[in-house]
């Protein structure tokens, strides 16, 4: 998740969006795409394609009732939604994203399969068996006590039910670079190890049912595909390009991995 230094009023998020929109030639008065939007909306690492492919790991199926969780502006569940038809419930700790969220499902025309919510991953506001699937990408890493996290996660879930991730983790040597996309300074970062990750994971009540190191194919992606959209996060984060940059070569000089995984409710 791309964190904001600033507070918007519902008014300036409804303003900066359909001014961007409208500013990359598109027009807010006709129904839009989720693929039209995937440069704005999609606040982590690899953006819409790697939604894309999160989205054909995680066999989330038609009849599934979704939670996306840290949703950002909710480009993944917009994703979900058109693709496949499912219900999804968005939850967002910040009200600004969550307004922007509201105003682009009714964009796109998807407002009817959404849910908004406002909240805490730390204490959803879900009974518990709520959810088939649970969606995350990239947030993680602003949470410290990821005991909490995964045990809520697979709170909310039904049995059986699975939890669909990518996230940033600690690599070998510390985070030397800041800003990044998700931390000013240092004590915003809250990474841990690949393998402490997995283990909290399993004595939380999860069973890895794919787990994998995306970190290189990231960096050789983004490499071929340099070319900016007229779209972009830099709509509402500042020194989007800073942090871009800071988090590309904590990558490659390995104090970050980007990893992702299928784990699945024992």
């Known amino acids: ?79 979900l939604a058109s693709a496949l038809g499912c219900r999804v419930d968005c939850l967002e700790l910040s009200p600004d994203y969550c307004a922007g969220a509201v105003l682009l499902n009714r964009l796109t025309g998807l407002e009817d399969r959404i849910g908004v ?13 709520s959810f088939d699937a649970v969606w995350m990408q990239n947030v993680g890493m602003n949470i410290a006590d990821k005991r909490k996290l995964y045990t809520e996660i697979c709170r909310v879930l039904k049995p059986g039910g699975r939890f669909a991730f990518q996230e940033m ?31 909290v994971l399993g004595e939380s009540g999860f069973i890895a049912e794919l787990f994998e190191d995306t970190s290189d ?18 709509v509402f984060v500042d020194n989007l390009a800073l942090k871009a940059g800071n988090a590309r070569r904590s990558l490659q000089e390995g104090q970050i991995r980007l990893v992702r995984g299928v784990f699945r409710v024992k």
């Open 1 to 79: 998740m791309v964190s904001l230094e600033r507070h918007y009023s519902a008014r300036d998020i409804e303003v900066r969006i359909l001014t961007a929109l409208r500013a990359a030639g598109l027009n807010p008065e006709n129904r839009l795409s989720p693929e039209e939007l995937g440069a704005l909306d999609h606040f982590h690492t690899g953006g819409f394609q790697a939604s894309c492919e999160l989205l054909e790991l995680a066999q989330i199926r038609a009849e599934d009732r979704v939670l996306d969780i840290g949703a950002g502006l909710a480009g993944p569940a917009r994703l």
């Open 117 to 129: 919510h406002q909240g805490s991953a730390l204490d959803m506001p879900f009974s518990d068996d």
């Open 169 to 199: 983790v600690a690599g070998k040597t510390a985070t030397s670079y800041f800003p990044l996309p998700w931390a000013t300074d240092p004590a915003d970062s809250c990474l841990v190890s690949a393998e402490e990750m997995c283990s």
């Open 217 to 234: 194919a990231h960096l050789n992606r983004a490499a071929a595909n340099a070319a900016p959209s007229q779209l972009s996060l830099g």
